[in-house]
């Protein structure tokens, strides 16, 4: 089946570094990428829209200079937590739509730690 | 506005009983989609189903079984004969449109058998 890669799995970073997750469609192509946020035990949080070629659009409350989105590929959209402070730290997870047939998948997230 | 509501934050049953977990949705759309997803502690969502607003016919895959009522807006999600392995939080999400919109999760439930 269709695969969304997520990388890194796990990342510890210091306060005030700049931490880049990749989110990778495998075996599709994706125009459209979701990114997600997660704390513990708590819903995933719809943060960003990533387009292919163009702007992300921002949830509300979601400040777009602090999670930079790049989505330069078909295959390929990169969220960066600049300036990562430990409120920072949670659970990001990515979901790529097949430009077939508009189904969703999921990658398997990143659980990102700022010290 | 779309909303998912997951009154149940956390149940706790013995193997082999059976356990429902509840949905309730909100939205003015007449065309929408349902989902439900499962995320066992490692962290990755797990597809569960798929099911249309025009569709209400109920849907029984092995020991899991998923009741739509439109007349009441549920989308209730039943495991039969629950099994250690089925210990996760659970989501139920709404998307206005399969091939162009965001997913909007339920608060989920946490399930955790005992056994």
């Known amino acids: 089946g269709a695969v969304v890669s997520q990388h890194p799995s796990r990342v510890i970073c210091k306060s005030g570094t700049s931490v880049k997750i990749e989110c990778r469609s495998l075996d599709f192509q994706a125009t459209t990428m979701f990114w997600y946020r997660q704390f513990p035990k708590q819903s995933l949080m719809l943060m960003a829209t990533s387009n292919e070629g163009s702007k992300a659009t921002y949830e509300q409350g979601v400040e777009k200079d602090k999670f930079l989105i790049n989505h330069a590929s078909l295959t390929l959209s990169t969220l960066t937590v600049t300036s990562a402070h430990p409120e920072d730290s949670s659970f990001y997870i990515c979901?790529?739509?097949?430009?077939?047939?508009?189904?969703?998948?999921f990658g398997e997230g990143s659980r990102l730690t700022v010290l | 506005a779309q909303k998912v509501t997951q009154a149940q934050t956390e149940i706790s049953v013995v193997e082999k009983e059976d356990v429902t977990l509840d949905c309730v949705y909100e939205t003015r759309d007449t065309t929408y989609y349902l989902f439900w997803y499962k995320q066992p502690p490692s962290g990755e969502l797990v597809f569960l189903i798929r099911r249309n607003s025009f569709d209400e016919q109920n849907e029984i895959s092995g020991r899991y079984s998923w009741n739509f009522q439109k007349s009441t807006s549920s989308f209730n999600f039943t495991i039969t004969a629950s099994q250690v392995v089925d210990s996760a939080v659970y989501f139920c999400a709404l998307q206005r449109s399969y091939n162009t919109d965001k997913l909007i999760f339920g608060t989920g439930t946490r399930l955790q058998v005992f056994p």
């Open positions: 979901s790529a739509r097949d430009n077939g047939d508009g189904e969703l998948f």
